[in-house]
């Protein structure tokens, strides 16, 4: 192998080393969410989101179940319960809380809904397949599935790893199926009333676009290195 290949080698090696130690520096996985039991679940009304059970002073408690893998500075949080915030009561970083407090979850935003159907109506329910919202600005996404509804809520924030402060992007999305038309639940939003029932989510930390870049810079040296290589 000439020096050009080498350096090609050698320039390739450094770039992946490079992602793997930000991989190894910063919060990296994903945290399935469960509900605490007994009596888990969420409430919502259309000024407020409470999380059940109580844990504390504007606090839920959340679990955690399978496929649920954070690396962070401790080890890997596999699984175990933290807290949730309430909203708008609650404080936004942290929002949530896992490993005894070493990964903190901060609320940036909420992601953005899309309605094929705008704000819903309180007379007539969308066909299934179909979506809307309570309100214009509302972060949740009803989705018609005919005589019941799925809901969804995408959180967007930062995960911080309390031991050695390396922080990482995180989307969740947070869903729950409702025994009722979106006519239905605009209704009763509307009217000044809540739904309460359980929920799952899923956290997923987003990878920085530096290192998705760094990451194709090393696979395409390392794959020109190997081109060069097998022409000779």
């Known amino acids: 192998m000439n020096g050009l290949k080498k350096q090609i080698f050698l320039l390739g090696a450094i770039a992946l080393f490079g992602v793997c130690s930000s991989a190894i520096a910063t919060p990296v996985g994903t945290a399935s969410i469960?509900?605490?039991?007994?009596?888990?679940g969420v409430t919502v009304s259309a000024t407020s989101i409470t999380w059940l059970p109580v844990a504390?002073?504007?606090?839920g408690c959340i679990a955690t179940g399978l496929p649920t893998s954070i690396s962070y500075s401790g080890g890997t949080f596999t699984?175990?319960?933290?807290?949730?915030s309430d909203l708008p009561a609650g404080s936004l970083n942290p929002f949530m809380v896992l490993a005894g407090g070493a990964l903190d979850f901060s609320l940036t935003a909420?992601?953005?809904?899309?309605?094929?159907d705008g704000v819903c109506s309180t007379s007539v329910a969308l066909a299934s397949g179909h979506s809307c919202v309570t309100s214009v600005g509302s972060p949740f996404l009803l989705i018609s599935q005919g005589a019941s509804t799925a809901i969804s809520l995408t959180t967007l924030g930062v995960l911080t790893d309390t031991g050695n402060?390396?922080?990482?992007?995180?989307?969740?999305?947070f869903t729950t199926q409702e025994a009722f038309t979106t006519a239905a639940i605009a209704t009763i939003i509307d009217g000044g009333g809540s739904l309460t029932n359980t929920y799952s989510a899923t956290l997923t930390t987003i990878p920085e676009p530096a290192t998705v870049a760094l990451l194709g810079l090393g696979v395409v040296l390392i794959g020109i290195g190997r081109k060069r290589l097998h022409k000779r």
């Open 34 to 40: 469960t509900n605490c039991t007994p009596g888990g």
């Open 56 to 59: 504390g002073t504007n606090l």
């Open 79 to 84: 699984s175990g319960t933290g807290t949730i």
């Open 110 to 116: 909420f992601g953005a809904v899309s309605p094929t």
């Open 165 to 173: 402060g390396s922080t990482s992007l995180y989307s969740g999305l």
